[in-house]
């Protein structure tokens, strides 16, 4: 009796292996194969096969892979045990077990297969049913995987099914979608509070499906436009996903700005989402981004400077934004901009209080220089839709300055409260530095052409009700400009007058010229007589004064690039070569006219046999050059530059070449020009004197009289010396025989005949 149950068994057991094998197995890999295109899902099919009844698992044995799910592997083994039905092996012992045993082994791989089975259906059917369950099961599974790849196939996941939700209008799932993606933001920045590092703070960086996520929904509002997902719709466009009211004072990072910009040009047509950003941002500057007030003693100064950045930061976020708003014509929004307050009176954070706020804004758009390397506007940041790649930058700046200049207008329409008292008040400029008034000068002159541009679109100015204000105000608004204009100008002059000389610039004056006249005069070392001697023939060479612009040694003013070496080259490409070469023309004995090509007979006549001499050439021709370095003389040759003269040779025995001496400027000098020793070697002095100073009234009228000196407009002249002394003499009895070359191209004169010239 026994034996015949389990045979009855087991002929149920095979037609069900049939049935599994030929009919479910295949209607359930249909319906594997169409996860992905339910919720039109790429990732969420890679999810499924992650699953436990789903994954492969098996074995590589050379180039073949023997990899399946717990479903294919079992209905393999039950296939494969009715064998042991096909064939009967004799059993070795006779007991029931074992006789029976293939019976059973059937049963057991059977039932285990229908078992798994019918688990491996719940597992595509919770990815193919109910979406309810499918979200329930992935948010869990979110937050129970350790994996963070498999975490983010499962993030992605649940983006596609919100997406596809959202597309399809089912609500079912839009308070657990809003509650999962609540619940996320929190941990990611929770987990960012708990692990980030303060001295190297660079902001909150959420995962990139996240920000995709935000992106791929506000397309979707934006397209459709209803009430639909209401309160999903809301957070979503209003920045709250991003930057959230949650007082847990996290940085904003560039990364997250990026995201936020990109979001803003998908609704800057939207008036209504653009307000809910505007009084979500308002709501952020205003409690999360308020002022820390500085102690006493300065120990939070680094948490105020910090605190300082990122107000500054997300304040030029909002200027941007009102700048692709007057670009993208939605005057609507700006005019809600304009007027929102959360306060009575009102008080708008994200606008200026006072006029300085709008000029240094203009400046910090304007100025590449303030942006360089770190970003570039239009390109790394505030890029405009439907602007063309060239000139985008300028573009950009132009549309942002242009709302600057609507906020300008504005300020004349601002009614007097507690916040705005003074609204149109001259900004205060006494803070800024000389470079910086520089700079804001530059920028009125900008302000102004995109002030003209704004006046010209009447029809927007009339739409942002600001045209009345202008007609009632515009002769005080110009005076505005040019008072400030003159204000400016007055500072500047008033600062470089005041400015004090620059010790760093001077030091490195002083360093330079060193250098340079050192390098000159060493130069002139191979024509001076190491012998002393005494003789009434001396040429004096000396340093130079010249008069500079004050502003080149003044921090934070105009720089110039050879501040520090113009004198000193000046002295030594110019002055001492034209001392020391006319004082050749001075200390001959003899002179005589020739050409290229008797020149070598001529020297062989004045040289002959004598060996001690030296031939010595002021700014030598080519072909000059070149006949002399192929002659016998090369060795005997030293080249020297001239200034009034060229194609100069002076030939001497060396006994009689000059003697160059170092003398020293008188003490009196020194007292007066207030003079450093900067050479010891040569005795070279050098000096800096602001003679607009009351105290240096008697250097300027005493020392500046033979200097070109000249004061233009706001252009302030200082003295610079480099002083010393310098005697170049020549023996009484010397004898100094000098040949002038002569060509076709400048008549000297009458060349001498080879017979005219005299030994040495």
């Not at 002159?445 to 704004?454: G, I, P």
């Not at 252009?715 to 060509?743: A, M, P, Y």
Request: net charge negative; charged share 25%.
């Amino acid at each position: 009796m026994q034996l015949l149950s389990i045979n009855n068994i087991v002929e149920i057991c095979v037609p069900l292996i049939a049935v599994l094998l030929g009919t479910a197995y295949p209607i359930i890999l249909n319906n594997i194969s169409n996860i992905g295109e339910k919720y039109h899902s790429k990732y969420l099919l890679v999810l499924f096969k992650q699953e436990l009844f789903q994954k492969k698992r098996g074995f590589t044995m050379k180039c073949f892979q023997f990899k399946f799910d717990l479903f294919q592997w079992f209905l393999i083994f039950s296939l494969g045990s009715l064998t042991f039905l096909i064939f009967e092996f004799k059993p070795l012992i006779n007991i029931w077990i074992i006789n029976n045993s293939a019976n059973l082994l059937v049963f057991i791989l059977t039932l285990s297969l229908l078992i798994i089975f019918f688990l491996w259906l719940k597992e595509v059917s919770l990815y193919t049913g109910d979406i309810i369950k499918l979200l329930e099961y992935l948010t869990k599974k979110y937050y129970e995987e350790a994996d963070i790849d498999k975490k983010q196939y499962i993030l992605m996941s649940i983006n596609e099914i919100t997406i596809n939700a959202v597309e399809n209008n089912d609500k079912r799932i839009e308070e657990d979608i809003l509650k999962f993606y609540l619940s996320l933001r929190i941990r990611l920045r929770k987990e960012y509070k708990d692990n980030h590092n303060k001295q190297n703070e660079e902001g909150i960086r959420y995962p990139y499906y996240y920000h995709q996520l935000i992106r791929e929904l506000i397309k979707i509002f934006v397209d459709r436009n209803d009430d639909n997902f209401i309160s999903l719709q809301s957070r979503i466009t209003n920045g709250d996903f991003l930057v959230p009211n949650d007082f847990q004072n996290i940085k904003i990072s560039e990364d997250t700005y990026n995201s936020l910009w990109y979001n803003i040009t998908l609704i800057r047509n939207n008036t209504d989402y653009m307000s809910k950003f505007w009084s979500h941002s308002n709501q952020y500057f205003w409690t999360e981004l308020k002022d820390i007030v500085r102690y006493l003693d300065n120990s939070n100064k680094g948490e105020v400077e910090e605190r300082e950045q990122e107000r500054k930061r997300f304040l030029e976020f909002h200027y941007a934004v009102g700048g692709l708003l007057l670009y993208s014509k939605n005057y609507e929004a700006l005019k809600y901009i304009f007027s929102y307050s959360q306060q009575t009176p009102p008080k708008y954070e994200l606008l200026p209080y006072k006029m300085r706020d709008i000029f240094d804004w203009v400046e910090f758009f304007r100025n590449e220089n303030k942006q360089i390397p770190k970003f570039f506007i239009g390109y790394d940041r505030y890029r405009f839709p439907n602007l063309d790649s060239v000139g985008t930058n300028k573009q950009v700046v132009f549309w942002i300055c242009c709302y600057l200049c609507v906020l300008f207008i504005r300020q004349y329409k601002l009614l007097k409260t507690l916040y705005y008292s003074n609204t149109t008040n001259q900004p205060y400029l006494n803070d800024l530095s000389l470079m910086e008034l520089y700079n804001w000068k530059e920028s009125i002159t900008y302000f102004k052409f995109c002030l003209n541009k704004v006046l010209e679109d009447k029809e927007a100015l009339e739409q942002l009700e600001l045209w009345n204000t202008y007609e009632l105000k515009y002769s005080k608004i110009d005076e505005f400009i040019i008072e400030l204009e003159q204000s400016i100008d007055e500072r500047i002059s008033d600062k470089k007058k005041r400015a004090e000389l620059s010790q760093e610039k001077i030091k490195q004056f002083y360093a330079s010229s060193k250098k340079i006249l050192e390098n000159c005069l060493e130069e002139y070392l191979p024509i001076n007589n190491p012998e002393d001697f005494d003789t009434d023939f001396k040429v004096t060479f000396l340093g130079q004064r010249t008069l500079s612009n004050k502003s080149f040694f003044v921090d934070d003013d105009i720089p110039c690039m050879d501040y520090d070496s113009s004198l000193a080259n000046f002295i030594s490409s110019y002055s001492i070569p034209r001392d020391i070469s006319n004082s050749f023309l001075i200390a001959k004995t003899n002179r005589y006219l020739l050409n290229n090509n008797n020149l070598l007979e001529g020297m062989d006549r004045i040289i002959q046999n004598k060996e001690d001499i030296v031939i010595i050439v002021f700014s030598g021709g080519y072909e000059t050059t070149q006949k002399i370095e192929n002659s016998k003389y090369k060795e005997n040759v030293i080249y020297l530059p001239a200034i009034d003269f060229k194609n100069t040779i002076f030939i001497l025995e060396k006994s009689n070449l000059p003697r160059i001496e170092k003398s020293d400027i008188s003490e009196e000098v020194k007292q007066e020009l207030q003079v450093k020793k900067i050479s010891d070697k040569w005795n070279i002095y050098g000096t800096v004197i602001d003679i607009n100073l009351p105290g240096n009234e008697a250097i300027k009228e005493k020392w500046i009289d033979d200097i070109n000196y000249y004061q233009k407009e706001n252009e302030l002249q200082i003295l610079l010396g480099l002083l010393f002394v310098g005697h170049i003499k020549f023996k009484s009895d010397r004898k100094i025989i000098q040949i002038n070359i002569n060509n076709e191209f400048e008549e000297l004169g009458t060349e001498n005949k080879l017979s005219d010239l005299e030994p040495l």
